[in-house]
């Protein structure tokens, strides 16, 4: 099955972008043991990415070396989570989504919603999307470096909710580029949409390092008030 799927991307002169592989990982995924598939590409430029290695695309990992190490996981694994970079900078990634689909794994991925055509032809596909909200609609060409960036998010965010699988909205955030209050607004305009599942992460200068800020008491409890479930970490 792989040899085939494999003989059909060469065929078409392509090979996937992969720039990280995981074999395991109790922290991509919520609640599921998971390797995590990490793509080489982002036509975004946050300034508070700690993948910036991922931004360019040329990813030299192996796919069929990766296909190879999961099928001895199969039973020992919950899913695989495709990340980034952003995954669906690769216009392979639902291919790839589908063939570890057949291997009998869940799949989720982490996106920022740049691409809504793909996602929505991966949804069928997907058990769990992380969904990165990044600032209110107005904040997001200062914050990506890309005019007109939060068109496409709003469009992933109606294919999300009209998808109705599981999915969390989640916003790193720090006071220099999103306002306490914009906070607020935002995740008032989120749960209005029908978000259910949102988090906020606190920006840290490395993933190992303390907060650099925390939002107050009062606003904690108004997001809390806001989703059904909602997490501060």
Request: glycine share 10%; aromatic share 10%; with cysteine.
């Amino acid at each position: 099955m792989s040899d085939c799927f494999l003989t059909n991307l060469n065929h078409g002169k392509r090979t996937p972008s992969i720039g990280g592989f995981v074999p395991f990982s109790t922290v991509d995924w919520p609640g599921e043991l998971s390797a995590v598939v990490f793509i080489a590409g982002c036509p975004w430029a946050c300034h508070y990415c700690h993948n910036p290695h991922l931004q360019q695309r040329g990813g030299a990992l192996s796919w069929e070396n990766i296909l190879s190490t999961l099928q001895k996981r199969v039973g020992l694994l919950d899913g695989v989570v495709f990340s980034g970079g952003e995954p669906f900078s690769d216009p392979l990634c639902t291919q790839l989504i589908r063939q570890v689909k057949a291997l009998g794994f869940k799949v989720a991925v982490h996106t920022a919603g740049i691409y809504p055509s793909r996602l929505r032809e991966a949804l069928p596909s997907l058990d769990w999307v992380g969904f990165d909200i990044k600032t209110t609609p107005g904040g997001y060409p200062a914050l990506t470096g890309r005019h007109q960036s939060a068109e496409p998010v709003q469009q992933c965010l109606e294919a999300l909710i009209a998808w109705g699988g599981p999915f969390e909205c989640r916003t790193t955030w720090h006071p220099d580029w999103l306002t306490e209050t914009a906070l607020l607004d935002l995740a008032q305009r989120l749960s209005a949409q029908g978000v259910r599942k949102y988090a906020v992460q606190r920006s840290r200068s490395t993933t190992r390092s303390l907060p650099v800020a925390e939002v107050s008491l009062i606003g904690r409890t108004t997001l809390r008030g806001l989703f059904q479930t909602f997490s501060y970490r």
